[in-house]
């Protein structure tokens, strides 16, 4: 029997229809084993109001959108009109006005793509490759831009006790091929802001560009500043800036596919799209990446900016923010436990500094408890550490995140740092991967512990102990093998 007539195979396209009911009924049960949503016991990837109706709102714009196409805006005139409320309102809290040209795209990596070949293309093509200068702790969608864009990155090292970019460094780093300076505000790793005003004068001194990743920030710094924080300048305000990215589906609690980039410019604005007119089909007009797009994450993002209006992103700002402190506090009365940094907005790192109290052990014990606390592997002069994004949801949560962090953390150190041989990690380190294929590493992986099909929470602290011990590039090229396997047909469903 082909695989096509066996009925018992789970996967694939059954040979009749099946009713609503029943499909809904297995995506149910799909997502058993999925992390929740909402709630607040997860403190990364997902960013929770705690209003379940702001998120029904969203949900029904999303479904009354979802199969109008982004491909042509003369067809379908009301993407029009909802993509230019959207960028007019964070334009005018991000030193812009409702004139200010930008774009709605499917999140923080496409509009730093966009903003990226933007400044690409504001330069004479050249012989050699011309080059993205930003910090470190800048977000990988920038190497990512460049090696779509066939571009450099020029990483520059950040300063090693507020993990904030330098100033001096980033000048040295200037060269004629300089394309483009990037700030965050604040990065994702510490949630610092940069030296914005500083980068964007420096860059500006040099004729170049300055992009402000506020993909994390954008939607949260300016209530902050509403409700009385100091926050510094780090928007089109500041001479220099040229671009800035904000993701609304971060701090705008959108649903994901939301982003906007904004430009100074409009020219550096057209530069980002793209036409194309000369083949026998329609002719092509694309404001992003993506082509044929659906118009339901634009409805939704607008949907949850009219549901919360800015009375409700002021309350949810205030909430996150007083979460954030009360958990930088409670963290500095936890034996073995630090804060990296002084966090601007609510984005924190924990880092141990007791070699007994392994942080990848920390977040299994958590997780056993049913929280899921974000890994970040050490890099430069950041020290492995736990990342919680803090949201609305979280205003009501600190109590019970502090509670399981100082348990998780007992249990940690009872049972030690996991048990990983330097002669594994040389192995790893030197081993052919070309020579392997995705049914031999899925041997591999399953011999070092990783039970990838198995039922119940993954115990990850051996596979980050040992991927915090190697060069990025290995790193990376085990982290592309073990996505491959992840997807590859020999693992049980
Ligand atoms: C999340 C994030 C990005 C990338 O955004 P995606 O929406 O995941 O593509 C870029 N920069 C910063 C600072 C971010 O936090």
New binding site residues.
Partial sequence: MSPLENPARAAGLPQTGRSATELLGELARLRDRDLPVRGGNVTAYVYDTGRAEVHDAAARAHLEMLEVNCLDPTAFPSIVALERQLVGAVAERLGGDAATPGIFTS???ES?MLAVKAARDARPARADRLEVVAPATA?P?FAKAVHYLGMELVSVPVDPVTFRADPAATAAALTPRTALVVA?AP??PHGVIDPVADLAALAADAGVPCHV?A??GGWVLPWLRENGQDVPPFDLSVPGVTSISC?L??YGYAPKGA?VVLFADEGMRRRAYFASAGWPGYPVINTTVQSSRSAGPLGAAWATFQALGAEGYRALAADAMRATEQLVAGVAEIPGLRVLGEPDAPLVAIASDDPGLCVFTLADEARLRGWFFQVQLSSGDSPANLHMTLTGVSGTRAGDLLSVLRESAVAARASGPPDVPAELVDALAGLDLDAIDDAGFAGLLASVGVDLGGAGDPEMAVVNTILDALPPATREALLVRFLAVLYSPHLPE
Avoid: L
Wanted: aromatic content about 6%; proline content about 0%; overall charge negative.
């Fill in positions: 999140g923080g990596t730093i977000h969608a965050s990065s994702y990743d993909c994390v993701d589906h971060k982003s």
